[in-house]
């Protein structure tokens, strides 16, 4: 039987090993493998929710193992460091508990058909200090120790005798940046309901800090421009054209020799693929992101995909395909069909990416964005309850998309439950 592992369970590759489980899985024309790096998914645009404790990734994380057993694939817990393309092997890093203890030593598998999905990381330009003394939010892990770093200082406020304010400065204008200041103004809000009185968004001070002329640089002027119109009305300081050189245990030195002081630092600049995947033998850009060609394979070899974030796929207009979500979901669906049609011997399919518009979630204050189509002509600006209504539509889509129809709506049903029952943020 073939072998089809896909690395990495996020945004792309959990759809992608989902839609394979249910068509050459079950039929057992292949035998389909996941490796990621952790046992749970969480779909990576809510990691700020995760950050900010909106979000409990114990209610809603997906557990890769008992989903395997549901959609007929298998589950291998690992973290790929290495590929033989002419063995056609990948290797994963020896598995390590908590302690350091060894769990299960270096392994390697062996495939037929390999898709390469594990996304991407900040990328911090090689800036001093900063991998030493800021907080990102590559991984749900890294946005729960941030939370928690979070949650400690909203306790050392309550407690503070004084009107000391807490300094929050996010490096990055993009959607990571804008949705995460808005979502810390939301939660430092809530604290009151919970007896934290002491604490509350008029003692919270975010900077956010942004190199080029404006935030939201990918998007159009208006949706910056009324981003940064409902961020400034929350408190946030926008600092614009504003280039840092440097991180301290104080807060960030920018080009022009000044401290932006901060208590909590987060850089969310700029993304690139993580480092060892300019090793594998791909041929990767300044970025790390692999080459493909329009069918999503890699520019070197037939039987290897890379598809989201960590690859870079040219549009016909010259440009790369943008890192979002609905890439990612676009791309697992083309190569879904292509593996299938290696399968049968057909032609293999190209890649047109269809830009259906940009949102960005200012938490519960705004929702801003643009939609494109068919249907609106071309581009048309969105904002608040329609922009919202879309926003949420889009993480149902990626619920349906690995739960099937009926599974989703049971679960939306009961998270709706839950906001009931449950606090409104994670407290612990
Ligand atoms: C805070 C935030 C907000 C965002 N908002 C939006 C938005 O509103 N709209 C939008 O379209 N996009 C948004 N994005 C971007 C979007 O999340 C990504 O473009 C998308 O998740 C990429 O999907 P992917 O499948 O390529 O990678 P990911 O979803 O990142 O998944 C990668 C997976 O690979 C695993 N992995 C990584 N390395 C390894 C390894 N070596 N071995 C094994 N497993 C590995 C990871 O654990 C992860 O599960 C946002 C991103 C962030 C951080």
Known sequence: MKKILVVGGGAGGLELVTKLGHKLGKSQQAEITLIDRSHTHIWKPLLHEVATGSLDINNDGLNYRAHAAKHYYHFQLGTMVAMDAEQKTITLAALQDEEGTEVLPQRTLSYDTLVLAIGSISNDFGTEGVAEHCYFLDSHQQA?????????????????????????????????????????????????????????????KVELIEAGPRILPALPDRIALSARKELQHLGVSVLESTRIVRAEKEGFVTADDALIKADLMIWAAGVKAADFVAEL???????????????????????????????????????????????????????????????????????????????????????????????????????GRLARLVYISLYRLHMIAIHGWSKAILLMIVRRIGKVLKPKMKLH
Do not use: W
Not at 182 to 199: F, I, N, P, Q, R
Not at 309 to 336: I, K, N, T, Y
């Open 144 to 204: 729960e120790r941030f939370q928690q770093a979070l949650l400690n200082q909203f306790l050392k406020r309550q407690q503070a005798d004084d009107d000391s304010t807490l300094d929050v400065a996010i490096v990055g204008g993009g959607a990571t940046g804008v949705e995460l200041s808005a979502e810390l103004y939301h939660v430092a809000d809530l604290l009151k309901v919970y007896g934290m009185s002491g604490m509350s968004a008029k003692r919270l």
């Open 281 to 383: 033998g791909c041929e990767v850009n300044r970025n790390n992101q692999i080459l493909v060609r329009p069918t999503l394979q890699t520019k070197a070899f037939d039987n290897v995909y890379a598809i989201g974030d960590c690859c870079a796929c040219l549009q016909e207009d010259g440009r790369f395909v943008p890192p979002r979500a609905q890439s990612a979901h676009q791309m697992a669906s083309l190569v879904f069909k292509n593996i299938q049609a290696t399968f049968r011997g057909e032609k293999l399919q190209q890649f047109h990416y269809k830009d259906h518009g940009s949102l960005v979630n200012l938490s519960r204050y705004s929702t801003v964005g643009s939609l494109m189509g068919n249907l609106t002509g071309g581009s048309m600006f969105i904002e």
